[in-house]
């Protein structure tokens, strides 16, 4: 019954205001905010109100989006200060209203509720988020590729929890040392280089461990935890943290037991 | 490859330091801070504290428990300088507060040789 | 229009309140438990002195009892142990995420790994009890 959205919006059930964050860098300053009535349905999400917005009200109104499912990783904002999958929190949810919708915190603003996430992508790669061999096992005589890793479920279940990150980034949101030192490598870059140690059929995990090693590596993190408790997908970044600080300082324990050559 | 570093033995003794707050310090300070000094329970004697106090184990003991307290206490506070206060004179923050710990670690071992 | 196409995106860089931590309760909580380094600072202070007395004389152990009655002594000391609490009770709740306990391959649930904590804290009291009170 829902049907167009557009129609007399206090009819259904009501409306809820929403007080989005604008900001247009050609003609702006600073970001203010505009206030929007959107249709109260039981079934709508915040997304969905401001999809309602850009269709029937204001046109100039940005802010990113694609699978509506939580799946993409592409709408995160802060609503009413909490780091949300926009097309996850529901309007309902936060009724009377009003809804303050921000743009991702920690981030520079580009426009609206777009954020600039070029550090999040910069850091990524940093970590090695790929499986790293000093074999070729699986090169055949001709240098091709032939055959594939095996993995039972046990060593699947060893990591799985850390990849099922969608660099949504509500942890780099949610994370105070990250909004105040930009160097850390955050929550989910961290997560992510776990995934890959954790993956019985990667080597990798002395390379990465040079990366994070470093000052602005792991060492920053002073488990605030926020992270963890903001993740759609459970991932536990906070975890991940500690559990490489742990890994790091039985790594220098050995090298000051065994100053020079193996292990 | 990988040399020797600083953080990590310093993450170490505040991790260290953390478990004997939480698993030692409580009762320490239900006994010195309330139930002798209050009464709750009567004060042991001075003979058999000493004794206590006096043994080669205990000072070894507590030797290795306060240096990590400290180091525990420094660390810490030194990040919450930085995130709390969003102080940027981080060098002299931290060079500050591990100093301290450091002047702690020397009162301590002296108050305890006064003690042996 | 046919001008450089390179775009120049202004961005706007919002900053960081010095009173974040005060606008969401997680971050309170965490704040306070970092302060509550300060307060292992005054017990381990606290106990150099205890030590110190009984090192010297039966009198001096005497006058550490009647300082630490002292009314001001008992207000920090309770502040203190608050925040020690606090301390305690945060330190185990966090130890299951920063340590993958196995048992038998198998990840021992967090409930247990926080148990075991107080059940630690609680053998170790006793036995400090009883080396101290015997
Ligand atoms: S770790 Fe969680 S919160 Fe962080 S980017 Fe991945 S899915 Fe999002
Ligand atoms: S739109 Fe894809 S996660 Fe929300």
Redesign the pocket.
Known sequence: MPSNPGSNPGSNSGSIRLQVTRYRPESDSEPRFQEYDVPLRKEWTVLDGLNHVKNEVDTTLSFRWSCRMGIC?SCGMNVNGDPKLTCAAFLDDYAPGPIRVEPLANFPVVRDLVVDINDFMEKLPRVKPWIIRDDDALLDGDGEIDGEYLQTPEELDAYKQFS?????????AACPVYGLDPEFMG??AI?LAERYDLDSRDHGARERLDVLIEHEGVWGCTFVGE?TR????H?D?AGAIQRYKVKAAKENVMAFLLPRGAR | MSRPRVEPLVWLMFSGGGVMAAVFLPVLVFMFAFAFPLEWISPPDHDHLSAVVGHPLTLLFLLGMFVVLLVHSAHRFRYTLYDGLQIKAKRTVAVLCYGTAAVGAITTVVVLLSAA | MSTPRATEVRVYNRPMSTWWWTRRRTYFVFVMRELSSIFVAWFVGFLLAFVYSVGRSEAAYQDFLDWAATPWVVVINVIAAAFLALHVVTWFSLTPQAMDVRIGGQKAPAAAIIASQYVGLAVVSAFVLWLVTR
């Open positions: 990783g099922m990150c969608i660099n949504c980034m509500l942890c780099y929550p989910a997560a992270c903001v993740c759609p997908n991932v970044p």
